[in-house]
């Protein structure tokens, strides 16, 4: 069991920042908390997927927001 510094159970997570896209990490469950505790549970990616990996994403998400929109003209 992974604890962090303030004592309580770890909790896993899913960095999606663009230096750490889709890297898999523990951290403090009070998320809001001065605890700021995190730890790395798989390693690190190569630099070609951390400088794909960001723009697959912002493509997505330019294509949702597309999608959503054109799914709103169409109920006009």
Same mark, same amino acid.
């Given at each position: 069991m992974?604890?962090?510094w303030c004592g309580k159970q770890a909790i896993t997570r899913t960095s999606w920042t663009s230096v750490n896209p889709g890297r898999g990490?523990?951290?403090c469950p009070d998320e809001g908390s001065s605890c700021r505790w995190i730890g790395w549970?798989?390693? &690190?990616m190569c630099a070609r997927s951390r400088m794909i990996i960001p723009g697959l994403l912002r493509g997505r998400n330019e294509l949702e &927001?597309?999608?959503e929109v054109a799914e709103g003209d169409v109920w006009k």
């Open positions: 992974v604890r962090c990490f523990y951290g549970y798989d390693p &690190e &927001e597309r999608l």
